[in-house]
């Protein structure tokens, strides 16, 4: 079964930069293409949020509080989703998960495959 693996969180000062990675692992016939890679970020007692999301191709979108401040980037031989984030604020502290979603057309219902990361833990100290 296919797992999402993240790493590079950590602590960092404000206005400092952290790099973000997450690569899908498991056995070589559970490893697929997946439609859409994304990174969420939750704080305890609050709802996890999108911080932005990539899909096949490289089209992206961002969460509104991201502001210019982190890109997103995909590398799909390497089944892997990276998040450079830069000018990190203490308000960016959070867990940051990674998400990816692969969608098969032509099924009724759908058939969807969707996996969680365990999440890697930013702090950025003021």
């Known amino acids: 079964q296919v797992q999402l693996v993240e790493s590079g969180g950590g602590t960092v000062q404000s206005g400092g930069s952290l790099r973000l990675s997450c690569a899908a692992s498991g056995s070589p016939s559970s490893i697929i293409d997946f439609d859409k890679m994304a990174w969420y970020r939750q704080v305890q007692g609050h709802p996890r949020e999108m911080v932005a999301e990539?899909?096949?191709?490289?089209?992206?979108n961002y969460g509104d509080f991201v502001k210019g401040r982190f890109a997103i980037s995909r590398d799909d031989a390497r089944k892997s989703v990276y998040l450079q984030m830069s000018d990190l604020k203490p308000e960016d502290t959070a867990m940051y998960y990674c998400?990816?979603?692969?969608?098969?057309?032509?099924?009724?219902?759908?058939?969807?495959?969707?996996?969680w990361g365990r999440g890697t833990l930013v702090t950025v100290s003021s």
């Open positions: 990539i899909v096949t191709g490289g089209a992206a």
């Open positions: 998400y990816a979603k692969r969608e098969w057309s032509g099924y009724v219902p759908p058939r969807i495959l969707e996996r």
